[in-house]
Structure formats: C-alpha cells, structure tokens
C-alpha cells in the first residue's frame, strides 16, 4: 500500500508561479514511475507530466516548457513546478505512483488561475 498526499494548491493570477508537491508514504520502496494529471470540470482527468524512478521526464504538449517535473527520492516525494500559468491550467492536480501492477492516486489539490 501506498499513501500519496499533495499540497500546495490554490488560487494564482494568470503568469504567476506554484509548486506543487506530493510525498508518499507506505511501500514506497515498490515505487516506480510517479506522475501528476489532471482533470477540469466535465472534463477526463489527462496526464500532466510524468517522471521514472530514475529521472527521464515526459510532458504533456500543453504544460512543456512551463512545468517541470521532478522528484526526491530519498524524501519520497514528487514534484511540480508550474510557470506562466494559464487560465486553462485551472483544474484539480492528482499525484499518482505506480507499484506494479498497481496504480495509487492522490485526493487531489485544487489549482485556480484567474485573470
């Protein structure tokens, strides 16, 4: 079993910054690829950005060159960095961590961008 819970959600101006974190407890010695989606209203929940225990980075076409992704190992935690927000960016961000064959979801953190 693993327990993720993220932080550092909430309400930013179009342009600005946050720095979204997710630290996981459990079996976190199982870990392998952690990622973070995300889901708007009426929308599915899509794939943010997603990184390998080992470092290698992918994005979505959306997010690239805006968000950076990147974790701690020894603090077993996942990062992401948000730049240049976007209204469209507003969604709830889910951390997710993989222990196969298993798929282990966040409760998610709420990001609003305004105007």
């Known amino acids: 079993q693993v327990q993720l819970v993220e932080s550092g959600g909430g309400l930013v101006q179009a342009g600005g910054s946050l720095r979204l974190s997710c630290a996981a407890s459990?079996?976190?010695?199982?870990?392998?690829?952690m990622g973070w989606y995300r889901q708007a209203p009426r929308k599915q929940r899509d794939l943010v950005a997603r990184?390998?225990?080992?470092?290698?980075?992918n994005y979505a076409d959306s997010v690239k060159g805006r968000f950076t992704i990147s974790r701690d190992n020894a603090k077993n935690t996942v990062y992401l960095q948000m730049n240049s927000l976007k209204l469209e960016d507003t969604a709830v961000y889910y951390c997710?961590?993989?222990?196969?064959?298993?798929?282990?979801w966040g409760q998610g953190t709420q990001v609003t961008v305004s105007s």
């Open positions: 990184i390998t225990r080992g470092g290698s980075t």
């Open positions: 459990g079996s976190i010695f199982s870990i392998n690829d």
């Open positions: 997710n961590a993989q222990v196969l064959p298993t798929l282990y």
